[in-house]
């Protein structure tokens, strides 16, 4: 099962824009569990075709309860960035869940009978 899925569309085009939607239900409708959802805007380096705005991309990410990040490949802006992240969600999903403090582990372990000099701190 996926830990991380990313959802990567062209700045510069707006019908793979209008593809979120669609693509986020299928992962929804797939998934048994949902993982964290990366909505990732490629070719932000491209300036002047740019025809998404970072605050639309930004509400259909919260709409979707996804993270965003902007990236180039051409020019690397935003990868190491993207790929940190991904890193985190993935070894966060993996850290085991706690579920007793130390302190409430020490209370209930109990010393041997007959042993005097053991104490539980």
Do not use: N
């Not at 909505?39 to 740019?50: E, F």
Request: glycine share 4%.
């Amino acid at each position: 099962m996926a830990q991380v899925v990313v959802v990567l569309f062209d700045v510069t085009r707006p019908d793979s824009f209008d593809s979120v939607a669609r693509w986020h239900q299928s992962i929804v409708s797939m998934a048994q569990r949902l993982p964290e959802l990366v909505l990732v805007g490629s070719k932000v380096d491209c300036d002047k075709k740019r025809a998404v705005s970072k605050r639309l991309a930004m509400q259909l990410a919260k709409r979707f309860k996804m993270h965003y990040q902007e990236v180039s490949a051409k020019s690397g802006k935003g990868l190491k960035e993207l790929m940190a992240k991904i890193t985190s969600y993935v070894l966060d999903k993996e850290k085991p869940a706690v579920t007793t403090t130390m302190a409430e582990e020490r209370k209930s372990v109990v010393p041997p009978k007959g042993c005097a000099g053991c104490s539980i701190i």
